[in-house]
T-cell receptor, first 114, second 113 residues
Framework: DVKVTQSSRYLVKRTGEKVFLECVQDMDHENMFWYRQDPGLGLRLIYF???????EKGDIPEGYSVSREKKERFSLILESASTNQTSMYLC?????????????FGPGTRLTVT | EDQVTQSPEALRLQEGESSSLNCSYT??????LFWYRQDPGKGPEFLFTLYSAGEEKEKERLKATLTKKESFLHITAPKPEDSATYLC??????????????FGTGTLLAVQP
């Protein structure tokens, strides 16, 4: 079974803090994704990565950056947390080719910025 | 613009009362439609992938079907443990980023005993 783990289930940070969310997958997937999920808005793609050290902006990248130094690990960075970044953050991974491209999700991190 | 719309937003059923959830899509070139289940406070769990009109997939009480404009998730004789939010997503020909998925906002299903 594919396993995607996220570093924290719940996180409380103060406005202006730098926040790191980490994601690790154990299935040797090339693609990794970061989403945020808010009521009524669904899942929105922040950034994704299709290979080590490669990244592309998603639909809402402002205020975020990412890092992928190893294939299995994808980090989301909030450079200066703001209250409008309070949300559920979900990491996912998928194959790049030779599969059906479904994404497998981690358990999520509920981030509260006060 | 590529778009995915799910209906209804919420559905309440009695145990054993069969029904269907709808996912309609407007995309430039469908390269897969995905159904997920999400329990409160957890990440989405993959259920099915459908690729072409007429295709069907089944898992226990769930059956997913696909036409050229929409997909249905049929729930037969649901049980309380089927209560969850069901998400639909599509993969399209989106420039070079062909592994992106576009998600609908989901249908919240509540099955009462």
């Amino acid at each position: 079974d594919v396993k995607v783990t996220q570093s924290s289930r719940y996180l409380v940070k103060r406005t202006g803090e730098k926040v790191f969310l980490e994601c690790v997958q154990d299935m040797d997937h090339e693609n990794m994704f970061w989403y945020r999920q808010d009521p009524g808005l669904g899942l929105r793609l922040i950034y994704f990565s299709y290979d080590v050290k490669m990244k592309e902006k998603g639909d809402i990248p402002e205020g975020y950056s990412v890092s992928r130094e190893k294939k299995e690990r994808f980090s989301l960075i909030l450079e200066s947390a703001s209250t409008n970044q309070t949300s559920m953050y979900l990491c996912a991974s998928s194959l790049a080719a030779g599969g059906s491209y479904e994404q497998y999700f981690g358990p999520g991190t509920r981030l509260t910025v006060t | 613009e590529d778009q995915v719309t799910q209906s209804p937003e919420a559905l309440r059923l009695q145990e054993g009362e069969s029904s269907s959830l709808n996912c309609s899509y407007t995309v430039s070139g469908l390269r897969g439609l995905f159904w997920y289940r999400q329990d409160p406070g957890k990440g989405p769990e993959f259920l099915f992938t459908l690729y072409s009109a007429g295709e069907e997939k089944e898992k226990e009480r769930l059956k997913a079907t696909l036409t050229k404009k929409e997909s249905f998730l049929h729930i037969t004789a649901p049980k309380p443990e089927d209560s969850a939010t069901y998400l639909c997503a599509v993969r399209t020909n989106y420039g070079g980023a062909t592994n992106k998925l576009i998600f609908g906002t989901g249908t919240l299903l509540a099955v009462q005993p």
